[in-house]
């Protein structure tokens, strides 16, 4: 096991890693809307926080060596189901191979978090 870790996505902010990768797949931890610039949430819709959880799952794949369309299923955590139609289409952007996904809605997400996107995700060679 490789543990895999970046500077240009949030740093775990507890026990865990970022990423570990276990063979070629990628398990990566779930990201929110943390700005790795600034270590917190600074964007407050839906859509920018969508926006920022996707850039930090791309910063953790080209760490491991992969991109965006290796990702294999996505679990998904929104703090309000309502925002399920706003997520998407952010969501749709990024991830263009539409790979398996669960999408949830959960009582609060740490920081206070509208979002929170985890993925797997298949690292070649």
Same mark, same amino acid.
């Given at each position: 096991?490789?543990?895999?870790?970046?500077? &240009?996505?949030?740093?775990?902010?507890? @026990?865990? +890693?970022?990423?570990? /990768?276990?063979?070629?797949?990628?398990?990566?931890?779930?990201?929110? $809307?943390?700005? @790795? $610039?600034?270590?917190?949430?600074? $964007?407050?819709?839906?859509?920018?926080?969508?926006?920022?959880?996707?850039?930090?799952? &791309?910063?953790?794949?080209?760490?491991?060596?992969?991109?965006?369309?290796?990702?294999?299923?996505?679990?998904?955590? /929104?703090?309000?189901?309502?925002?399920?139609?706003?997520?998407?289409?952010?969501?749709?952007?990024?991830?263009? +191979?539409?790979?398996?996904?669960?999408? =949830?809605? =959960?009582?609060? /997400?740490? $920081?206070?978090?509208?979002? &929170? =996107? &985890?993925?797997?995700?298949?690292?070649?060679?």
């Amino acid at each position: 096991m490789n543990v895999i870790h970046t500077h &240009e996505a949030p740093a775990a902010v507890g @026990p865990y +890693s970022q990423a570990v /990768l276990a063979g070629n797949t990628l398990y990566m931890s779930g990201q929110i $809307a943390i700005d @790795p $610039a600034v270590g917190k949430i600074v $964007a407050t819709t839906i859509e920018d926080q969508a926006e920022q959880c996707c850039k930090n799952i &791309e910063a953790v794949l080209e760490a491991a060596g992969t991109d965006m369309n290796h990702v294999v299923k996505t679990t998904c955590f /929104l703090a309000d189901i309502a925002d399920f139609k706003a997520f998407n289409e952010v969501y749709a952007k990024h991830f263009v +191979s539409k790979p398996a996904r669960s999408c =949830v809605a =959960v009582k609060d /997400l740490p $920081a206070g978090a509208l979002c &929170e =996107v &985890e993925a797997l995700a298949v690292v070649e060679g």
